[in-house]
């Protein structure tokens, strides 16, 4: 199954909601309103249940644009007709019964999608092994290049000129 770089970025979106909210802890709200704490709580219950809320912002980790709302929602029906997540709507109202407001990836989905942040470690892991190197090689050519500085040599005179001048008188 090929993918293209916008459902990568849709799926491996998608497991890190559901393993951030998942992870939440259950009674961090107990002091907030009663509206509040019911939304957080729901969150986490429908997080476990695997069901998270579309976050585009999140997962692009910049603000979307029209456009881009657009092509993403073509993106999850692509997904959805590829049998890799579910759109899943849990509002009532008259006006959103056919927007959906949460995804949920199927079990092809999850593995799928588990093998993207796998990947995406690995990568960030031999990115970070290459900064490293690349910074050590850095060092050893500083240190290869630098001179000690003479500073016996140098005219202080003109330094101290310059320093005791006043402002208004050129030197």
């Not at 290869?144 to 001048?165: F, M, Q, R």
């Amino acid at each position: 199954m090929k993918l293209n770089a916008k459902q990568k970025i849709v799926l491996a979106g998608v497991l890190r909601s559901q393993r951030a909210l998942a992870g939440m802890d259950y009674h961090a709200a107990d002091y907030a309103t009663s509206i509040r704490r019911g939304q957080y709580r729901l969150a986490i219950v429908r997080a476990r249940d695997g069901a998270v809320p579309i976050n585009l912002e999140g997962w692009l980790g910049r603000q979307p644009t029209a456009s881009d709302r657009v092509m993403y929602c073509r993106e999850l029906d692509r997904l959805e007709i590829m049998g890799l997540l579910r759109r899943l709507n849990f509002y009532t109202d008259r006006r959103t019964m056919r927007r959906a407001s949460h995804v949920r990836l199927t079990a092809t989905g999850l593995e799928v999608a588990e093998r993207l942040l796998a990947e995406e470690r690995a990568d960030a892991g031999n990115q970070t092994a290459a900064r490293k190197t690349e910074s050590s090689s850095r060092v050893e050519r500083a240190d290869d290049l630098a001179e000690p500085i003479d500073v016996d040599g140098i005219d202080w005179s003109s330094i101290t000129a310059l320093i005791e001048a006043p402002a208004d008188q050129p030197v």
